[in-house]
């Protein structure tokens, strides 16, 4: 059934962008998101391969960024706790990573409130700039793009597309794309506690 909910959003989608004529961009991101459903549903990817399987599409769908996380919210959302990280010029995941609201409570307050985060300049945001220290100086990063995950309609996660090495511009298909990209893992995946 859920399956079935999700084509039925992406045909929609389709529909959409061939009536509007929008960018090329938006049929890859349809043609990956029907890809990302086959091989999680079809297969019958679970855990830890259908998590690397979000990450690696969320790689081609957002290129600017080489550091790619799933987490989810801790009990009262008083920490987030990663369940992936993907390096994407290294090829590796890693998980297990923790951060807690008592040491970011504006990102906390931010992310929930807002859904969206957009920091092309995450060190110098207002809302990042608490993560230096003790995240992006160790990692060596830069930018970061991150949008909420739902459940029925109540904040569950954060994807999170980071740049390291380097700050990027994010632009516009990447904050669609990465919308896009955090409705479906919403609507047609089960994060695991």
Known sequence: MVREACFYLFKINYTYQYSTNLSFGNVF??????????YCNVIRL???????????????????ANLISLWRFGEHKQKVISLINYDVEAQEFTEGLELNR???PVYFDAIVERELLVASRARAHPVTSCFNESYF??????SLLDFILHKEFAPVGVICCESKGA???????DIENIRMLATQISYCFELPC
């Open 46 to 64: 679970t855990g830890k391969r259908q998590l690397e399987l979000i990450c690696r599409v969320a790689a081609k769908l957002i290129p600017n």
């Open 137 to 142: 100086e160790p990692l060596d990063i830069h």
């Open 102 to 104: 008592r040491d970011f």
């Open 29 to 38: 991101w349809l043609d990956l998101s029907v890809e990302l459903l086959d």
């Open 167 to 173: 700050a990027v511009n994010w632009s516009d298909d």
